[in-house]
């Protein structure tokens, strides 16, 4: 095992870029077939459906991610990444396509419902919670060993007790959204590793939390 106390800057640089071009190549491949997908559908409001059902592809790509960013610089990223991405895969199901389609819903009611703007912003707010709080416990899934009917109990107590972690974790949601409207989703895409290295570490008050209160006798 490598010392850190021994190892120069270039070294710690040269280790950080092959991290986070392997954990980026890794999530690309996690959901190719969603990216492909994608790649061939119009941006027509009546796709809506179809965007979110590819969508659903993103969560264990996300819980892999977080789990590969928490390992040691000597662990291999490559297999810890499909590590995370096995051990994470149901559960991060069981919480991401219920928010995803909870999303999809009113995103889909936004473009087709005759309803009022006071409405549609107050769909746009719970549909933006519903994703942040799942984002938020699929960092939970890939740092944690919690019952799946444990983990809404534990993200509302890891929110409560670290408001600026949720935060942030809702900044990052933003930037993305707005890196795809500004740009292109494969910009977003093409950004996945630093922006999960930047999840698992603004997540970390909260975790750390959860940890002493939750985990620790």
Known sequence: MSDPQREGPLTRVTNAAYRMIVIEIAFVLATLPALVGILFLA???????????????????????????RADVDVIPWLRYWKGWVDGLRQSLIVWVPAVAFATLVAFNAAFAQVSAAILLAGAVVAGAVVVFGVAM?????????????????????????????????????????????????????????????????????????RQDLVSP
């Open 43 to 69: 941006q027509d409001p009546s796709n809506i459906p179809l965007y979110g059902l590819f969508a659903m592809a993103f969560g264990p790509a996300i819980t892999a991610g977080v789990y590969a960013w």
């Open 138 to 210: 699929l960092v939970i899934i890939a740092t944690f060993d919690f019952r799946t009917r444990d983990l809404f109990r534990v993200v509302m107590y890891g929110v409560a007790s670290a408001p600026l972690a949720a935060l942030g974790v809702l900044s990052l949601f933003l930037v993305v959204g707005a890196v795809v409207v500004m740009w292109s989703d494969w910009v977003a895409v093409l950004l996945a590793s630093p922006l999960l290295w930047l999840l698992a570490l603004t997540a970390r008050p909260m975790l750390v939390q959860i």
